[in-house]
């Protein structure tokens, strides 16, 4: 069953999951498309906060990494299943082949594809990365993007970031990729 964006015309077949580094951009744009197409939006990781009543950083010190992926999976399956929408999840939500499989059997993936000089301008100096929490916070980050890029290569779609590119440029970007799929967007004009 399609989700029509109301008053938009545009039909959102299936959940659109973006995919890719933090930093990448996934919840503004995220953000931006929903709100352009007139339809849910969604975030696994404001998701797990809110019942955990916790920010990722705090459950990540707490529990640690492997407890937080295992509530990841859950809330991402749970999302997939209840709404249809546009869906932003964290960077290592991908690299789980669980849910890679069910987001191909419910939704698109999207992969946010930026290099490390972008990425990295959006998060040096942030306490909310708590994968970054290290002696050498860049070389962590490249050494993150090495081991994922793999993984987000296995996407559906791919849309890269451009340093000039503002959040709605993106989120343009990515709706004239999903307009490429009548399995997916239709009615999308740009």
Sequence with gaps: MAVNGKGTGVRLHKTVVLVGMMGAGKTAVGREIARRIAVP???????????ANMTIAEIFARDGEGFFRRR????????????????????GAFLNADTRALISKLGVSVWLRADLELLWSRVKGKSTRPLLRTEDPRATLAALMDAREPHYALADLVVDA???????????????????????????GG
């Design 41 to 51: 939006f969604l975030d696994s990781d404001e998701e797990i906060q809110r019942a």
């Design 72 to 91: 990841e999976a859950e809330v991402i399956a749970r999302l997939m299943r209840e709404r249809r929408g546009i869906l932003s999840v964290g960077g």
């Design 162 to 188: 451009r340093p000039g590119y503002a959040i709605g440029d993106m989120a343009a970007k990515v709706l004239e990729t999903l307009a490429t799929r009548s399995d997916v967007l239709e009615g999308y």
